[in-house]
């Protein structure tokens, strides 16, 4: 029988990547997008536009700020399984924009999780639910972080998402709902946002490798972050929901490595000296850091049978690659003058 699923958030990265697996898998994957002006499914278009889409990929408007829009979804789509994966998810951003940040990180997974135990009482329909919990919640708590460490959060960001953690296991107490937290350390991809940082440097990097650009402005290069690659994550998130019993997961590579390594890493792959080429500029330091996060993954590696399979180093050379290859098409553009770069979603 055919299982199906829901993601909100589906077309961000996390997102993508998991649709595809599912897919994979047989399920019927639908997906809750934002009603915007423009066009920003650049990660899920070859998914439902073109000569061939899936069949078995659907989506609908909602939003995690509408609880009457997500019971309506609920009651349209039928999921066996959700996936939260729907946030304002860049942390510096949520210092400027707290109560949107809080509404949607934290207030939000509330509104999904009551939408759902009304669905399932008026339906008698059984829905597992995952919510993407985040590393920072660990905040300044010393590493290695896992899932009975204690959480000391640092930004707007990072306090909605501690909160929306211990709702669901409210919920998976109070109702007996089949609720899983996967606390994810950091987890990248050629489709991460560009404003995220290590995006952010593997974007500038090859353009300024192909002349397009000459610096590219960071703020703290002392942070260490656990980067693993998205793809191999949300293989995880899967796994949460296919156990007997739901519990909370640490997903993470068990390896922290500084801005400034990943730097060195992404800049010495294209031949560059970073030095030449990165200035501090105090715009984009966080009214509070976090310094360290680095994760302990054995409860998942035990229970899940899950393992990363990309390093931190095969990671920024696929992201390098795939960036150099944009950077040569918006070179081409601009010298046939066309102005506009191309579009760096799936590719």
């Not at 994760?295 to 998942?300: I, L, R, Y």
């Not at 290859?325 to 010298?335: D, F, G, I, P, T």
């Amino acid at each position: 029988m055919t299982r199906t699923a829901l993601i909100t958030g589906i077309t961000g990265q996390d997102g993508s990547y998991l649709a595809e697996l599912l897919l994979a898998k047989g399920y019927q994957v639908h997906g809750i997008v934002r009603r915007a002006s423009l066009f920003n499914t650049d990660r899920i278009d070859h998914l439902h536009v073109g000569e061939a889409p899936d069949p078995n990929f659907f989506l609908h408007y909602g939003d995690l700020s509408d609880a009457g829009a997500l019971r309506n979804v609920l009651d349209d789509v039928q999921p066996d399984e959700v996936y939260n994966l729907g946030a304002q998810s860049h942390v510096r951003v949520s210092f400027d924009q707290p109560e949107y940040t809080v509404d949607v990180v934290g207030v939000g997974v509330i509104r999904l999780l009551e939408a759902i135990r009304s669905y399932m009482k008026h339906s008698g329909k059984k829905v597992r639910f995952y919510q993407a919990g985040s590393s920072e919640m660990f905040g300044s708590a010393k590493p290695r972080q896992h899932e009975g460490t204690r959480f000391e959060p640092r930004s707007p960001y990072a306090c909605a998402k501690v909160y929306a953690h211990y709702q669901v296991i409210n919920h998976r107490e109070s109702y007996g709902l089949f609720a899983c937290n996967g606390i994810l350390f950091n987890h990248e991809s050629p489709r991460r946002g560009e404003t995220f940082v290590t995006r952010k440097i593997t974007r500038a990097a090859t353009r300024i490798k192909v002349g397009l650009q000459d610096k590219l402005f960071l703020g703290n290069l002392e942070a260490r972050r656990d980067w693993g690659f998205a793809g191999d994550y949300v293989e995880a998130m899967w796994r949460m929901l296919q156990q007997e019993t739901p519990d909370d997961y640490a997903v993470a590579t068990g390896e922290s490595i500084t801005i400034r390594d990943f730097l060195g890493l992404t800049f010495g792959r294209l031949d560059l000296d970073w030095q030449k080429h990165v200035e501090i500029d105090p715009r984009y330091f966080r009214p509070a850091e976090v310094d360290h996060l680095e994760g302990d993954a054995s409860k998942g590696r035990r229970i899940l049978s899950w393992e990363p399979k990309t390093d931190i180093r095969s990671l920024a050379a696929m992201m390098v690659d795939s960036d150099l290859r944009l950077a040569q098409k918006e070179l081409v553009l601009r010298e046939s003058g066309h102005a506009e770069a191309p579009r760096a979603g799936y590719r």
